[in-house]
């Protein structure tokens, strides 16, 4: 069955960098555009960045220049660096397959503050 595994969530200064990972399994992980989101609290779940089987990226506009979404097919693995990070990114940031799927990771926690 899919499964999705994030990783790198942790407390940063503002200003600083994170780079979270989400591994893969259960599908043919190159044949899937893949995704990360992000929920704050109150908030609704957001896309932050997205890319394509062809690599091909889009981005939320509030994380352009900062953020950057990337694959390693080889290694089924998803990451996401977060650079120049501010308070308001602290949130849950989820993988999901694709764009439209049921299939989410279980998120992990990025708390940006001093």
């Known amino acids: 069955q899919v499964h999705l595994v994030e990783s790198g969530g942790e407390l940063v200064q503002p200003g600083g960098s994170l780079r979270l990972s989400c591994a893969a399994s259960?599908?043919?992980?190159?044949?899937?555009?893949m995704t990360w989101y992000r929920q704050a609290p109150g908030k609704e779940r957001e896309l932050v960045a997205g890319i394509s089987v062809s690599s091909i990226t889009r981005y939320a506009d509030s994380v352009k220049g900062r953020f950057t979404i990337s694959r390693d097919n080889a290694k089924n693995t998803v990451y996401l660096q977060m650079n120049s990070l501010k308070p308001e990114d602290t949130a849950v940031y989820y993988c999901r397959r694709s764009y439209a799927s049921d299939y989410w990771g279980q998120g992990t926690q990025v708390t940006v503050s001093s």
């Open positions: 259960g599908f043919t992980f190159s044949n899937y555009a």
